[in-house]
């Protein structure tokens, strides 16, 4: 290894042994035997740096508690003194590894397996008790003095060191996950945005405050607070998650910590056995529904996809009924032209032709051919867009000529709708009027097209009611208009419209009228 790489990677470990071991020193002089933070920091850095640093801070932990040993040797005895000086991460490193490495703590995308971080928590716990409990078997008392109870210390440990950890990991986790999906340079902007931030500000941190506030102002409410810093800790694991109950596991414990009277009250250990299974049950709880979300996302996510992909399905579609239409207005003009030529070859070898018949028969053929290609794709979208095609496209004359009133109202942003869009409505609106027209009881007909914006996404909603004027209805002409109608659209009814309306996230509907019926749908634009 080169000179200069070998010395940056020894100050890399000298700066987090120095670093580790300030955090340790700082942290264990808030420690109590039934709320050990310092657990908790061991557990954060034992899962977060690598393995190349723990001996390190192995070191740096020893000499942090050198000082302790030293100054309690003259009253505990060398032994315990020197037991003293043995650094918890050389039990706990053990444990945390395993978790790692063999239980997968952290799955493959990296997230963390919450039910396997509490279990790995309590064995740590369990795993330190014994350490310290051998530990004070080690203790010579001067005279005078009364033997600790172990039994009874043994389950403040336990408590302590997992109460610790509940404070400490979920919360630094939680961070860690954060700065993996937004980054280190969006994390702040992320944090103020958050909706987490601004419901903790609102209606987390005044609960806590009035929590305690009402324990130091009634002392004999004090228990009954210390039990309700639980609250916190359910609210956001409802709302956001395992990340959410990590937050306010973190809040809560030091809330009621901070109205603990003294260091070995049982009131609040007490408090602190319901805080710690409340946490643990919203962590499980919360990552549980974190997981459904995940998987609802995921769903929507496939379903977003599989509507896409019907809606670019339809576009090729319409594309290819477009070239067809082309292709027949050829054949119309092929037609003309032919007929042009054929007529003036015979007009030359028999001028007393009389091609009245022939000229019946062509114009009926070009009718066909263009009424065929107007079926499929009108030559008036192509030219002059949606607007135009409804108000005066071949249904909209074809309406009128049989004597129905029709009258076609837009409004809002419609250019803004992809073609994709603007050719389902048009062929939707063409389905609907059939439809409505099929049961021969109509006189008037208003299309009413109205679309807009929200939270980026565009709609159009449609609204065609049918009515029947008893003065015209009579005199409509339904031999003459039905079958050419029906050759605009697919014959499905109703049915093709909430088809074509689900392809775009939306839904149709029909409902009746006193004097008529309506036909509405609703979509959206992707």
């Known amino acids: 290894m080169p000179e200069g790489r ?18 340790v020193w700082l942290i264990e002089h808030l420690n109590v035997p039934h709320f050990l933070l310092v657990c908790g920091l061991n557990v954060s850095v034992l899962l977060l740096v690598p393995y190349r640093f723990w001996p390190a801070m192995a070191v740096a932990q020893s000499l942090a508690q050198l000082p302790v040993a030293i100054a309690c040797a003259s009253s505990f005895g060398v032994l315990w003194s020197s037991l003293m ?5 050389l039990f706990m490193g053990p444990v945390v590894y395993y978790f790692r490495e063999r239980i997968h703590l952290f799955d493959r995308k990296g997230d963390v397996r919450v039910g396997m971080l509490l279990l790995c928590s309590l064995v740590v716990a369990v795993v330190l008790m014994g350490f310290n409990e051998v530990q004070f078997v080690t203790i010579v008392y001067p005279v005078g003095v009364q033997p600790m109870h ?3 210390l043994a389950a403040q440990w336990v408590l302590g060191n997992f109460i610790g950890v509940l404070t400490v990991v979920p919360a630094v986790l939680a961070v860690r996950q954060a700065i993996r999906e937004h980054g ?31 324990g130091f102002a009634e002392p004999h409410l004090r228990s009954l607070a210390q039990v309700a810093m639980f609250v916190p800790v359910v609210w956001l694991a ?7 109950a990590a937050l306010g596991g973190t809040a809560a414990s030091l809330a009621l910590v901070w109205l603990m009277p003294e260091k070995y009250d049982e009131a609040t250990i007490q408090a602190e056995v319901i805080v710690a299974f409340a946490i643990c049950t919203m962590l499980l709880l919360g990552a549980r529904i974190e997981a459904l979300d995940q998987r609802a996302e995921k769903e929507r996510k496939e379903v977003r996809t599989a509507l896409a992909l019907a809606q670019r399905n339809v576009h090729l579609g319409e594309m290819q009924l477009r070239m067809t239409a082309q292709a027949l207005e050829q054949a119309r003009e092929t037609v003309r032209a032919g007929y042009a ?7 030359h070898l028999q001028p007393a032709l009389d091609d009245g018949g022939y000229q019946r028969l062509a114009s009926a053929a070009q009718d066909q051919l263009f009424g065929i290609s107007e079926s499929l794709h009108p030559a008036i979208w192509r030219e002059r867009g949606l607007p135009a095609a409804l108000r005066e496209g071949a249904v909209a004359r ?18 803004y709708l992809s073609s994709t869009v603007h050719l389902a409505l048009y062929r939707m609106v063409c ?9 021969r009881d109509v006189s008037d007909v208003c299309v009413r097209i109205r679309g807009g914006d929200v939270n980026g996404r565009r709609w159009v909603a449609v609204s065609i009611v049918f009515r029947a004027n008893l003065v015209r209805l009579p005199h409509v002409k339904w031999d003459d208009m039905l079958p050419r109608l029906v050759r605009t659209t697919t014959g499905a009814g109703i049915k093709a419209i909430q088809d074509r309306a689900a392809i775009f996230e939306g839904y149709a509907r029909e409902r009746a009228l006193p004097d008529g019926k309506r036909i509405s749908w609703l979509m959206l634009d992707l």
Do not use: N
């Not at 969006?186 to 609960?207: D, G, K, M, N, Y």
């Not at 389905?431 to 049961?439: F, H, I, N, T």
């Open 238 to 244: 409802l709302r956001h998650g395992w990340q959410g």
């Open 431 to 439: 389905e609907a009027l059939a439809e409505g027209c099929s049961k």
């Open 85 to 89: 000086l043995v650094p918890g991460l």
């Open 6 to 23: 070998e010395m940056g990677a020894w100050w890399k470990h000298l700066a987090i042994a120095v670093a580790y071991g300030m955090g």
């Open 341 to 347: 030529m054929m007529m003036g070859r015979l007009r």
């Open 184 to 214: 280190w340079r969006s994390l702040v902007s992320t944090v103020i945005e958050s909706r987490a931030t601004f419901e903790s500000i609102t209606f987390i941190v005044p609960v806590l405050a009035v929590l305690i506030w009402a």
């Open 398 to 415: 074809m309406l009128d000529h049989a004597g129905i009133r029709y009258w076609c109202e837009l409004k809002g942003p419609l250019s």
């Open 150 to 152: 172990y039994h009874h």
